[in-house]
């Protein structure tokens, strides 16, 4: 399944600069960086209460499911130990009411605010961690939703007062009808703490690692100490990649030889499919987009010779599938898209063999259309031949047709 998690609130293509919100924001003299989440100082006074941050733009009808799959879970004494804070990237649907309805009726604090403009995702989300005043944050992107018990489950979990807790998520479709769960991590079907501060075991990770979510990815599966985000500067890099979370948490890690984070396999969360909302770019920019920004974290934390370096983008070009980039090629056709595609290929540090097959020799456009063409009559004519001249479609053989 190609990884998804660029959507309007999530991974959203809308950037802009700066925030208004003087007192969260500090800004240096002759630097465009933006210095958000400013050091504290003390005990906040709070004690295993976590913050839902829910980034949001365009997105009123899931929103509303979100807010519902936490505050029907927020009962006694859950309910004093929550807050829902919402940063909202100046939507220009009913986002507003939505929220104002929850405000009315919800036994948890909910705090809302919204941007004068659409200052884009990593502005946004950073601004909705900024609202918590709780000891965690667990970010949700607004078109998920906390699954049954998971409220619970996790007040469990952050007793254990881990750095970071990773949660699997429950795949469904764009009604949030579940599917499957899905697996982050190879060879762990268990529960499992792991001291990513040690640069050994950070490797394993590495190793381990099955999909692109293992590096944090989808916002949605992260339960973070608040002061993980603290003193965290907006600079151009984090402005422009479309993983800012995931370098802020692994720079972290870089700094913190005590730094735990625990995998939880259980899926908490419920990931809504078919929602993509990349609709500024193509579909070539959107395939490669994660990979070419994640690669560039790779490069920006990691010696290129270091064994972190390597497992990381091993992870990132084996997720990367032909089939993925042959579908990327049907509807490749500018230069700019084939110097994306091209870069892309080059900071995934394939092996030459490899490299030199994907940039010379891989089946170019127009080929792949007419093999796609192709392929379609003939899955036409297929679907035919198996139909009853009643119109009925006969039964498919045993164990079914493949997924094609």
């Known amino acids: 399944m190609a990884h998804r998690c660029a959507r309007g609130d999530r991974l ?8 208004h919100r003087d007192h969260l924001l500090r800004h240096p003299e002759n630097s465009q960086t933006r210095s958000i989440l400013p050091r504290t100082t003390g005990d906040r006074g709070m004690s295993m209460t976590i913050s839902f941050c829910i980034p949001t733009y365009d997105k009123g009808p899931y929103l509303d499911a979100a807010l519902a799959s936490i505050v029907k879970q ?20 009913d986002t507003g009411d939505i929220v104002r309805k929850w405000q009315g009726g919800s036994p948890i604090p909910i705090r809302y605010h919204r941007n004068d403009r659409n200052r884009g995702f990593s502005y946004n989300l950073f601004q909705a961690i900024s609202m918590a005043r709780h000891d965690y944050c667990w970010i949700l992107g607004s078109d998920d939703a906390i699954g049954e018990d998971g409220v619970s489950r996790i007040f469990e979990e952050v007793a254990t007062g881990h750095d970071l807790y990773l949660c699997n998520r429950l795949l469904c479709d764009r009604d949030l009808v579940p599917s499957h769960p899905d697996r982050y991590l190879e060879e762990i079907d268990e529960a499992r703490s792991f001291h990513l501060g040690d640069r050994k075991e950070l490797e394993e990770y590495f190793r381990v690692a099955r999909t692109l979510d293992a590096f944090f990815c989808f916002i949605s599966s992260l339960i973070v100490r608040r002061e993980i985000f603290e003193g965290v500067v907006l ?3 984090l402005l422009a990649n479309v993983f800012p979370h995931v370098y802020t948490i692994l720079r972290r890690i870089a700094g913190h030889p005590s730094f735990r984070m625990k995998y939880i396999p259980e899926p908490l969360v419920r990931w809504r499919g078919d929602n993509s909302s990349f609709e500024g770019e193509g579909t070539v920019v959107r395939t490669y987009r994660n990979f070419h920004d994640l690669a560039l974290i790779a490069d920006r934390l990691y010696p290129p010779v270091s064994r972190l370096h390597r497992r990381f983008k091993a992870v990132l070009r084996r997720n990367l599938t032909l089939f993925m980039q042959l ?22 540090a394939y092996p030459p063999p490899t ?9 170019p456009p127009g080929m ?37």
């Open 355 to 363: 490299r030199f097959f994907l940039l010379h020799l891989f089946p």
């Open 327 to 348: 579908r990327a090629q049907l509807s490749l056709r500018t230069e700019q898209e084939r110097n994306y595609r091209r870069e892309t290929i080059l900071l995934l």
């Open 368 to 404: 792949v259309r007419v093999g796609h063409r192709f392929y379609r009559k003939i899955k036409e004519l297929h679907g035919q031949e198996r139909r009853h001249p009643s119109g009925e479609a006969l039964m498919a053989p045993k164990g079914g047709e493949s997924g094609r």
């Open 74 to 93: 927020a009962k006694g004494e859950h309910s004093r130990r929550i807050e829902i804070c919402i940063s909202d990237n100046a939507s220009t649907d």
């Open 235 to 237: 600079d151009d890099f």
């Open 12 to 19: 959203g293509h809308h950037r802009g600069p700066g925030c």
